[in-house]
């Protein structure tokens, strides 16, 4: 869709410029169909968020939010539901006024996803919201389920045609989360039956990492300034580290994560994707093929370890102590075979092939059971080549680091050398501190807010194709195979993972920075 407003008489709003991003960009009516509506991620997550964006004036008057699921519900039911769902997730300030407005725009359609009734039953649904909603066909299908369940879901949107623009006379959208696929065979095979079903430009790969704003700002620090850009290369930059860590087990997730890992989980997206920000040169302009093709351009220049058993660690964690509670062992967890291997700390070293990141390594990590939750990515610059000080005065000076806190805290730390206060010149690291939430008034959207908005508006920016999936599987994959028939090395809750993780960096004469 133009980003373009458009009037209610079908017009073109004169005075608007179709570039200025400034204005508010509404979609056009439409309904959202959530699958799996009754799942954490669409109670927490999904209905939360269309009561931000209801809240903030940025859903069209003409919206409807359509869910499926396993359920013998009716309408009502489901808007209570998603009520509790919304009120106790909200980002925003409640206000009943504007729940009244969509209360009236929840509808729900109960079946299993090989009930051909149901999928029936749901086509006819969005033909009859043409006229009692105003809704020309346009609607955007989430897959809020387990990936088993993309390719029967899919199978059915094509029989009853509810993929089809023409036949719809108005567009068709589809959300798939990650994992996309579960190596890089299963992502082509999913890759072409969701091609094949939708238009190319019609699916959305969802990594809700990439709605935030702190990644977003990850672009925005490097081509608005000056100040960065010149400093961003192997010249002046010693390496780059990409911290995910989570305080956190594995919940009541143990089916899926126990055939995932850690590796498959979140280093084959959200982190391969946060170096593909940060390493990628700059595009020709902010269209969302131009970042996708500089991005692709780094996922494959990433040259994977010589020796994995050296510069890669994988990490289990036993029973300990995580902010003063006793927390249990990853075989202790619900759901988890006593004998199984599955890594749930990962750490891993990777080099891009091109001539800004000759010879930066750059150093991967996420866990679970950490000491706390902090998502980070820190650029380590070189120390100066002549230092005219004692060494003596130089104890407590480390590397500039530029550090880009991606949550929580969001925000950006600067950390340089100043003079301590005295008769000496004493040099020691200080840090200049930005935080979102000082700096601006209005408080950051959470990420799936910005990413049903630009679904809704066909805004593809900030979702990684389908060439994207695939190159990141070259990446895990090779690591998986090398990692086949190995164990995991064990850290405690509350520890920062394996000591071989800290032993790798210790090899090339470098540590992990203190997140």
């Not at 990141?357 to 990515?377: D, S």
Request: with cysteine.
């Amino acid at each position: 869709m133009s980003q373009r407003t458009t009037e209610q008489g079908g017009g073109v709003n004169p005075l608007r410029d179709p570039q200025d991003r400034r204005l508010p960009r509404i979609p056009e009516p439409c309904a959202l169909v959530i699958f799996g509506v009754t799942g954490d991620l669409a109670r927490k997550k999904l209905l939360p968020a269309v009561y931000d964006l209801a809240n903030r004036g940025l859903l069209p008057p003409g919206f409807v939010v359509l869910g499926f699921a396993r359920r013998d519900w009716g309408d009502g039911d489901f808007e209570s539901s998603a009520y509790e769902a919304a009120r106790k997730h909200a980002r925003t300030p409640w206000r009943d006024e504007v729940w009244a407005r969509l209360a009236g725009n929840i509808k729900f359609v109960g079946g299993s996803f090989d009930d051909d009734a149901a999928f029936d039953r749901l086509a006819q649904t969005l033909d009859d919201l043409r006229a009692s909603h105003g809704i020309h066909g346009n609607a955007a299908f989430y897959f809020s389920i387990p990936p088993a369940a993309f390719p029967v879901v899919l199978k059915q949107l094509a029989r009853t045609g509810m993929a089809d623009n023409d036949k719809s006379g108005g567009w068709r959208r589809v959300v798939v989360e990650k994992p996309f696929g579960k190596d890089l065979e299963s992502a082509k095979e999913l890759n072409d039956l969701v091609d094949d079903v939708f238009t190319r430009e019609d699916v959305f790969r969802i990594d809700h990492y990439l709605g935030k704003e702190t990644v977003q700002n990850i672009m925005a620090l490097r081509f608005a300034n000056n100040l960065f850009e010149p400093l961003w290369n192997s010249k002046y930059v010693d390496s780059v580290q990409i911290t995910m860590a989570e305080d956190v087990g594995i919940g009541t997730r143990a089916g899926f994560y126990d055939s995932a890992g850690a590796a498959r989980d979140v280093l084959q997206n959200h982190l391969l994707q946060l170096l593909a920000l940060v390493a990628m040169e700059e595009p020709t302009s902010f269209d969302a093929s131009e970042i996708r093709a500089e991005k692709l351009k780094v996922l494959k220049a990433i040259k994977l370890p010589r020796d994995p058993h050296l510069d890669t660690v994988r990490g289990q964690y036993l029973a300990g102590w995580v902010a003063g509670e006793r927390a249990v062992g990853y075989h202790e967890e619900e759901g988890v075979p006593a004998d199984s291997t599955t890594e749930t700390y990962v750490a891993v070293k990777l080099a891009i092939q091109n001539r800004r990141w000759a010879e930066v390594p750059f150093y991967i990590r996420a866990g679970k059971r950490l000491p706390r939750r902090v998502t980070e990515v820190a650029i380590m610059f070189k120390k100066a080549p002549h230092l005219p000080f004692n060494a003596t005065d130089m104890e407590m000076l480390g590397n500039n680091q530029l550090v880009i806190r991606v949550q929580p805290d969001e925000g950006v730390v600067l950390k340089f050398g100043s003079k301590v206060p005295g008769t000496t010149m004493e040099v020691r690291d200080i840090a200049m501190d930005f935080q979102y939430g000082e700096a601006f008034t209005e408080s950051s959207p959470e990420a799936y807010e910005r990413l049903v908005l630009d679904v809704l508006i066909g805004d593809r920016t900030l979702f990684p194709d389908a060439a994207e999936v695939e190159q990141s599987w070259q990446v895990v994959d090779p690591l998986e195979d090398a990692w086949r028939g190995t164990k995991p090395e064990p850290y405690r809750a509350g520890e920062w993972g394996p000591r071989a993780s800290d032993e790798m960096l210790a090899r090339d004469g470098r540590a992990w920075r203190r997140a």
